[in-house]
């Protein structure tokens, strides 16, 4: 590790530092951009200004977030609006006016596969749409009891195990599509079940699978870290699946970062993340797991330059080839990149 941890000049919040190791090559596999009414807008300038702090940032990956459909036209189609718009946002990195990360250089985006088969249509026109960019759909299933944990979408209890979204998740694998999903730990074992009836489709787990800390969860760390490790072991036996270590900012992880009154600084976040963080390359290994941003939902807790700080300072002891696996290899395989 090179480099020291301490506040960047221009920042007189405290808010942001001067990066580790900023040599070290980083694709972000996990990003999000749109607008939504009542919401901050997050769009290519809001994140040129998150990812020029000083890290090398090569490429990113944006994941679809429901914004930007098309108005009109089939329903089912509207959805590749959002692909069309990322696509626009890569084409305009592309031309290398907004500095040197590749932005979008893959774009994973979001179909209903309670289509069933009639999904096919959708993907191939995301596929189009995303003119070479295109790798991949996500679902959100994060469905809880606990209403306030279930998704805005509203996703039903057991998604992932329906018959019909099967029929189109079959559809993937044929067009070389992965798929990923935002799930919580509680409902690891349905993604277990589906990468074993699907073991020629890549699955990626995003947000380390989710360990909740909220709600119904709070103050019982210890029985849920113990349940999501269990089911991260059965997981990783399963050599078609791969994970996501991010997310910690997230409020529903639980660790209450986003209510402290100053803006927490790597110092403190990395003791906090550390245990997740190992726990998932131990189980995974390196060229298994990718460390994401999830900005801006993580942006909640802390700064972009922080959040690359935190996992430069958890992952000091690894090695080279440890390093190179967690923060750039492994998403440059999975996404099929080359941002050098």
């Not at 596969?113 to 026109?125: D, S």
């Not at 690359?308 to 492994?330: H, Q």
């Amino acid at each position: 590790m090179t480099g020291d941890v301490g506040l960047a000049e221009s920042d007189p919040t405290g808010w942001q530092e001067q990066p580790i190791d900023p040599a070290l090559p980083i694709i972000d596999p996990h990003h999000h951009l749109g607008f939504k009414a009542g919401r901050p807008s997050y769009l290519l300038p809001e994140l040129l200004a998150d990812i020029t702090r000083g890290h090398d940032i090569r490429a990113t990956v944006i994941v679809e977030s429901t914004v930007m459909y098309r108005r009109d036209g089939p329903e089912e189609l509207r959805c590749v609006g959002e692909t069309e718009f990322a696509n626009g946002v890569a084409a305009m990195s592309a031309s290398g006016l907004y500095g040197p990360p590749r932005i979008c250089e893959g774009i994973v985006g979001c179909v209903n596969f309670r289509l069933g088969a009639r999904v096919e249509k959708v993907l191939e026109a995301h596929v189009a749409a995303g003119n070479g960019r295109f790798r991949g759909v996500r679902s959100v299933a994060t469905w809880d009891e606990y209403a306030p944990m279930t998704d805005y979408r509203q996703p039903p209890s057991g998604l992932l195990r329906d018959a019909t979204f099967q029929q189109g998740f079959a559809k993937l694998a044929p067009l070389g599509l992965t798929f990923e999903t935002w799930i919580y730990s509680t409902q690891l074992t349905d993604v277990i079940e589906l990468a074993r009836a699907f073991p020629l489709t890549r699955i990626i787990v995003d947000h380390m699978g989710g360990p909740p800390g909220v709600g119904p969860y709070a103050g019982k760390r210890d029985e849920v870290l113990l349940q999501w490790k269990a089911r991260l072991r059965d997981l990783s036996r399963l050599p078609n699946v791969f994970l996501k270590v991010g997310g910690l900012g997230m409020p529903v992880i639980g660790l209450g970062f986003e209510q402290w009154t100053r803006r927490p600084g790597s110092a403190d976040l990395a003791p906090a993340w550390k245990p997740y963080i190992e726990t998932c390359v131990d189980i995974f290994g390196p060229n298994r797991c990718m460390l994401e941003s999830n900005f801006p939902p993580d942006k909640k807790s802390c700064d972009y330059g922080v959040l690359w700080n935190t996992f430069k300072i958890v992952t000091a002891s690894y090695s080279d080839a440890e390093k190179e696996a967690l923060f750039r290899g492994t998403a440059a395989s999975v996404y099929r990149l080359r941002p050098d």
